[in-house]
C-alpha cells in the first residue's frame, strides 16, 4: 500500500513537472496565500489554521470578508474545498466565484458559485450564475445531496472555449455551452480574477429575502482549503492564453465533453437537486434566452 501511495505520488511528480516543462504559462497554485492573493477584509476577519492550509472568513456586524487572486486567467481549472457556516446561516452568502473585474463593472463577464445559508436544519441552496458582459440574469439554483455545513467538499469550475462546466465533488451539476465564437452569451474574450467571499444578502438570498440575519449567532465563518488553479495566467499580449497556439488539457476533447460516467451523474443531478433554472422561467424570458436551446451533452 505504502509502495503503492509512493508510485502515484512519484508519477504524480513526473506529470507535474512535464506539466511546467511543457506549458510554461500554466500555473498550478497549491497553498501559499500572501503571494497568490489579496485579502479585502479587516485581519480580525481573516484567519488561517497554524499550519496556513486552511483559511477562515468570517462575517459579523462590524465587517463582511473577501479574498481575491492577484493574477487573472483565462480558461483553465478552479477549484475550492469549502466548508459551509453551520447552524442558523439564513441571509448569508458564501461565495467562490470569478470576474473579469476587481470592482463589479457594468460590463463585467462573471462565473458564480454562491452558497445561499439557512435556517438551521432548512437546506442550503447552491446558486450558479454566468455574466458576459455585464449580462447575468443566468440564475440556476441546486440542492445539494449533503450537508455542505458538516464537512470540506470540493466545488469546481472548467472554463475553455467551449463550455463553463460547475462541479461539485467532481459531479458536473452545470453545463454552460457556446455555440460558437460570435455570439453574445459566452464569456471566453477576457481573463478572470478568482475571488472568495462571505457576506450580508439578506435582502435577497434565504427565501427571497424572507428570512433575515440572525446576529445573535454571529461571527459567521466559513473555511476553504486545497485552492487549485490549473489555468493559462495572463499575460499580455492577449494570444498568449488563446486555445489555439497551445494544447493545454482543458483545450481538448475530453474537457469540451462530459464523459459517460460524468453525463450519468449530471442527468441524475438533473432529475433530483435542480430547484430552479432560468432557461425554463417564462415569466421572466418571455423568449427562452439563445444559449438555452443548446444541448449541454453534445
Ligand atoms: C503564485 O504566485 C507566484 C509568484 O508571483 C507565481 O509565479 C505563480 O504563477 C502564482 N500562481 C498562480 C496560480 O497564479
Ligand atoms: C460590451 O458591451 C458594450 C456596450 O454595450 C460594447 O460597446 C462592447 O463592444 C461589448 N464588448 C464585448 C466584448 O462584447
Ligand atoms: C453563432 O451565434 C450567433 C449568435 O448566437 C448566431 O446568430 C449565428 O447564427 C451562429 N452561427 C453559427 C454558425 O452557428
Ligand atoms: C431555505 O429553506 C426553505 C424551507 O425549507 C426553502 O424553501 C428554501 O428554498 C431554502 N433555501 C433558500 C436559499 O431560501
Known amino acids: 500500500m505504502e509502495k503503492y501511495v509512493f508510485s502515484m505520488v512519484a508519477f504524480l511528480l513526473v506529470l507535474a513537472l512535464m506539466a511546467t516543462l511543457f506549458s510554461p504559462s500554466d500555473a498550478v497554485f497549491k497553498g501559499a496565500f500572501e503571494e497568490n492573493f489579496s485579502k479585502s477584509c479587516p485581519g480580525t476577519h481573516f484567519k488561517t489554521s497554524q499550519d496556513g492550509q486552511i483559511w477562515y472568513l468570517t462575517l459579523d456586524q462590524v465587517s463582511d470578508c473577501g479574498f481575491m487572486t492577484k493574477q487573472s486567467y483565462r480558461f483553465g481549472w478552479f477549484s475550492t474545498k469549502l466548508k459551509l457556516v453551520g447552524g442558523d446561516s439564513a441571509g448569508v452568502v458564501t461565495a467562490f466565484y470569478m470576474c473579469s473585474e476587481v470592482e463589479a463593472g457594468p460590463l463585467r463577464d462573471e462565473i458564480d458559485f454562491e ?16 455574466y458576459n458582459n455585464g449580462s447575468g440574469g443566468r440564475e440556476m439554483r441546486h440542492q445539494l445531496w449533503f450537508d455542505p455545513t458538516l464537512d470540506f467538499h470540493t466545488y469546481s469550475i472548467l472554463w475553455n472555449s467551449h463550455n463553463i462546466v460547475f462541479f461539485v465533488d467532481k459531479v458536473p451539476i452545470r453545463i454552460y455551452k457556446n455555440a460558437n465564437h460570435t455570439n453574445n452569451f459566452f464569456p471566453a474574450q477576457r481573463p478572470m480574477y478568482v475571488f472568495s467571499s462571505i457576506w450580508n444578502a439578506d435582502n435577497w438570498a434565504t427565501r427571497g429575502g424572507l428570512d433575515k440575519i440572525n446576529w445573535k449567532n454571529a461571527p459567521f465563518v466559513a473555511s476553504y482549503k486545497d485552492f487549485t488553479i490549473d489555468a493559462c495566467t495572463w499575460k499580455n499580449p492577449y494570444p498568449a492564453c488563446a486555445s489555439t497556439t497551445t494544447q493545454h488539457w482543458w483545450d481538448q476533447y475530453s474537457a469540451w465533453h462530459l464523459s459517460s460516467k460524468q453525463k450519468t451523474d449530471y442527468a441524475w443531478v438533473q432529475r433530483n437537486f435542480v430547484v430552479y433554472n432560468y432557461c425554463q422561467d417564462t415569466v421572466r424570458n418571455r423568449y427562452k434566452p439563445q444559449e438555452c436551446w443548446l444541448n449541454p451533452l453534445d
Request: charged share 5%; net charge positive; no cysteine.
Open 115 to 130: 452558497f445561499l445559508g439557512n435556517r438551521t436544519g432548512q437546506p442550503y441552496l447552491i446558486q450558479t450564475n454566468v
